[in-house]
């Protein structure tokens, strides 16, 4: 698994190839960003950005990681019954 510094220098990267006009209305985008692992596979991490605003200017966060190690596996579920 990587890093969270590894995972987010690839999102501000992605984010820079967008123009000024397709980031201009937004307030928060989010990426899937799939990096080579040693094994010689890929690992896939989705990145969620908010832009904050301050002193007139505007600048880009990162809010959330999700890394799908740390996901959990839902809980089973009762035949038959609504959740």
Do not use: C
Request: charged letters at 40%; hydrophobic letters at 30%; aromatic letters at 8%.
């Amino acid at each position: 698994m990587h890093t969270d510094e590894e995972i987010k220098k690839e999102g501000f990267r992605l984010l820079s190839e967008l123009t000024p006009g397709e980031l201009e209305t937004l307030t928060e985008i989010d990426f899937e960003v799939v990096l080579k692992n040693s094994n010689g596979g890929s690992d896939r991490y989705t990145i969620f950005f908010e832009r904050g605003f301050a002193d007139e200017k505007s600048d880009w966060t990162v809010r959330n990681i999700i890394r799908p190690d740390k996901l959990q596996d839902p809980e089973p579920k009762e035949d038959d019954k609504i959740e």
